[in-house]
């Protein structure tokens, strides 16, 4: 009998029934009084008046109106580069030990200050998603199996007085002492550099663990057990994991990547989703039934919504001055928000480049909708990268084929443009009928692409190459495993260097 298993059980049963439930303004007004008090004497909060802010009737609308929107690159010239150069008390009281390194699908080259009040809010959600576990039935012995967490290396680098990797890597390289006979790969193999040979550690290791949940990236996560599943000459991971139950995901959309998974299955697991960024930990999926992630209010983030319009928007992807922003309770469901967040590490209504709808107000539950900056609109289509997805899902289901990476452009061919779609896919050969269904879809359930469609938008081309070059380009051009995303769109001039490199790797498929 699962004895520690059924008291830790219970403990978070019980935890998550004397929780207490504050509304949704109350919170994020008080995280947002929190946040100016804290920071009011910063060369920020003296610049833009704090004090001023924190007496007036409605701070909440007060800060809106004084304190400008940034990007990472407005952040960054104005004050972040002074913080990075060891200067103290800039966006945040004192100077931060850690930055993390960005290796998104924007930039390459982002330092984010990471606090020890960041750390504290991370780990405060971790523990409100672990709470969340009480609703997703799991058995008592769950909850005394270990954690596969593959993130980043925890081997952190150190400049100039502070110490840099990317968010994974500094949240493992923090965990607290009585979680590392939980925590695998462990922290001597976290801090192993290069993936592969990470990965070949683990899969080296991997008998000698009972994992009962996986944490990561779906890609890098289906790379690392499809390696061990080949070291050991096994079916699937379940005959090294038996206790395998839970996937918890973030980054990117798990539903591309379900089908491919679940064929190094012995049976599905529970999937669970979280939106950690850079920035901080900014929601998580709380209950079985919905895929929607509910947003982490008391947890030194505090959220405005900007209404994903041409309006709000200028030529850059950044929102307009002027734009207008909504609290959290003036927001609609199924309507697109660009997300702005103020958080205990000094970064004020920043521009975190996810648009975002709630699917459920009363919950606070989100869904991620797509990029701001990479909504596919060259002519007037609109496509965001939750509809891109959702086409693609039709796809695998409609022929049985298995379509999880893809990249899409609009360009032109003989002054007229098209979208170039590449798509991974190793089992498929009729790319003609795969684009007939995808433009079809697409117009069906995007009334702007059609209009585009029967104007300036004159065809749709598919490329189906193996899954296998993504992982490849992603290792030549950044790196593989931790934190790092495959865009979706790409502009022109990015996706001619894609498609050079694509025509590289031709004679290997």
Known sequence: MPIIGNIIKKAIELTDTLSDEVSPQEAQEEVLRSLLKKAKNTAFGKHYGFEEILSSDNPQKEFARRVPSHD?????????????????????????????????????????????????????????????????????????????????????????????????????????????????????????DDWDTRIQRIAEKARDWDIGSLSGIPAWIELMLKRVIEYHGVKNIHEIWPNLMVYTSGGVALDPYKKSLEKLLAHPLVYIDTYLASEGFLAFQSRPDTKSMKLSLENGIYFEFVPFEEKNMQDDGTVHPDAEVLTINEVEEYKNYVLLISTVSGAWRYMIGDTVQFTDKARCE??????????????????????????????????????????????????????????????????????????????????????????????????????DVFYDWSEATKKKGGQVKIPRVMKEEQFLEWEEFVKSKSATF
Not at 96 to 121: M, Q, W
Not at 370 to 388: A, C, D, E, I, P
Not at 446 to 463: C, D, I, Q
């Open 72 to 192: 990472y690159d407005k952040m960054a010239r104005e004050w972040w580069n002074r913080v990075l150069a060891g200067e103290e008390d800039i966006t945040w009281p004192g100077k931060p030990d850690y930055f993390a390194l960005s290796s998104g699908t924007t930039s390459n080259s982002k330092h984010i200050p990471v606090t020890d009040d960041l750390l504290a809010a991370i780990r405060s959600t971790g523990i409100q998603q672990i709470l969340s576990l009480s609703e997703f039935d799991l058995p008592p012995s769950f909850f005394e199996k270990q954690i596969m967490m593959l993130g980043s290396s925890t081997h952190l680098k150190e400049k100039d007085g502070h110490l840099e990797g990317e968010i994974s890597g500094i949240s493992a390289s923090n965990i607290p002492f009585w979680f590392d006979i939980y925590y695998k790969p462990g922290k001597e193999i976290s801090a192993i």
């Open 366 to 467: 989100i869904e991620i909708t797509g990029r701001t900056k990479f909504f596919l609109n060259v002519v007037g289509s609109q496509l965001s990268v939750h509809q891109m997805e959702k086409a693609i899902s039709h796809l695998n289901e409609k022929y049985t084929i298995d379509i999880k990476e893809f990249i899409v452009a609009a360009v032109q061919r003989n002054g007229e443009y098209i979208h170039h779609w590449y798509m991974g896919c190793d089992e498929c050969s009729d790319n003609q009928e795969v684009t007939k269904t995808l433009d079809e879809f697409l117009q069906e359930h995007n009334k702007n692409y059609k209009v585009a469609r029967s104007k300036a938008l004159k065809g749709v081309e598919v490329t189906l190459i193996p899954s």
